[in-house]
């Protein structure tokens, strides 16, 4: 194996592992299963869109917009546990996506949660970073692993349709809570690894 090879495998892995396409789309699953499929593919767009130019924007321009405006890290990983939390808590209680108090967020379900904090979280922001502070070609194999990765994550809520035309609406609200208690699990972790963050920079 190469050693350019070895260099790109040990910046898309973990990106993959942080990002993880499959828990993604169990999420996107459980809060798009009673939309249309114009609808789906609207979400799909937005998602796959709006995450990846988060993390692009921030491999850019990360350690200089949070050192400007004074935000660390652990910062972004409470606030992403928060929404986060509150999505997981809607999921659970309504077994249904998450509404907002004028309606159904099915508009903009795609950025908030999905894109971000799902796919552009706290874990996959730090973690792009850190990734593009080891020279030129560290910056290079980050953006061609977000390609790639997106490019999976897009393969995986398109062909999602062909798994929710095999469950009934029951078994979706079943698996939508199922999923909320998953999604309070990021959550939760998000905090711990603040908290951790924090005591460790001390």
């Given at each position: 194996?190469?050693?350019a090879l070895t260099e790109f495998l040990k910046i898309f892995i973990p990106l993959f592992v942080v990002i993880d396409p499959f828990g993604a789309m169990l ?149 939508t809570r199922v999923l909320g208690i998953l999604v309070a699990a990021f959550a939760i972790q998000y905090f711990l690894d603040a908290i951790l963050l924090i005591?460790?920079?001390?």
């Open positions: 194996m190469s050693f999420v996107f699953m459980a809060m798009t299963g009673s939309l249309e499929r114009h609808e789906r593919r609207v979400v799909t767009a937005d998602a796959v869109i709006y995450g990846f130019i988060i993390l692009v924007f921030f491999a850019f321009f990360g350690n200089e917009l949070l050192y400007f405006f004074g935000i660390s890290i652990a910062a972004i990983e409470i606030a992403g546990g928060i929404i986060l939390l509150i999505m997981s808590i809607q999921m659970v209680r309504e077994g249904d996506r998450p509404k907002s108090a004028g309606g159904n967020v099915e508009k903009d379900v795609g950025i908030v949660p999905l894109a971000t904090p799902l796919l552009a979280g706290p874990g996959a922001i730090s973690l792009v970073i850190i990734l593009v502070n080891g020279g030129f070609s560290h910056f290079v194999f980050t953006l061609i692993s977000l390609v790639i990765v997106f490019a999976v994550i897009f393969l995986f809520f398109t062909f999602s349709d062909r798994i929710l035309r095999l469950m009934g609406e029951k078994v979706l609200k079943v698996m005591y460790t920079g001390l």
